[in-house]
């Protein structure tokens, strides 16, 4: 995955279910703490390369909500549906800092590396 953005989701400030706590970082009604990014799947990476935003890849993005300790609070239905590379999804925490290294992926590429054991390494770079 690569080409992390903060994606500014109208929602945000079009309702009142929303608290802006600081840029890019929302609290919602259930008292979590919420952002949304876009994306690319990297049809070259390993676990990738079927990806695409109506469909995303398992691997490496089961690892990436593992590894900032985050949910899918929003899969963007709509959005993802009529994009052929962006892919859209809000991520969730109860722990602020969790959200906010979470946001440190912008700017970055997340992905898995086979090993020759079968198994396979996360890279952030």
């Known amino acids: 995955m690569k080409n992390f953005k903060l994606f500014n989701a109208e929602k945000y400030s079009n309702s009142n279910e929303y608290e802006k706590v600081e840029e890019g970082i929302y609290k919602n009604q259930n008292g979590d703490h919420v952002t949304s990014l876009s994306f690319e799947m990297?049809?070259?990476r390993f676990g990738e390369e079927e990806g695409c935003p109506q469909d995303?890849?398992?691997t490496p993005f089961e690892d990436l909500l593992d590894e900032y300790s985050v949910w899918v609070e929003?899969?963007?239905?709509?959005?993802?549906a009529n994009s052929e590379v962006i892919c859209y999804q809000e991520f969730a925490s109860s722990d602020i800092e969790d959200i906010?290294?979470?946001l440190t992926l912008i700017g970055?590429?997340?992905y898995a590396v086979?090993?020759?054991?079968g198994h396979y390494d996360i890279v952030i770079e």
Do not use: P
């Open 74 to 80: 929003d899969f963007y239905d709509d959005l993802n």
């Open 108 to 110: 970055k590429q997340f």
């Open 100 to 102: 906010r290294k979470l």
């Open 42 to 44: 990297d049809n070259t």
């Open 114 to 117: 086979e090993k020759n054991d």
């Open 56 to 58: 995303i890849s398992q």
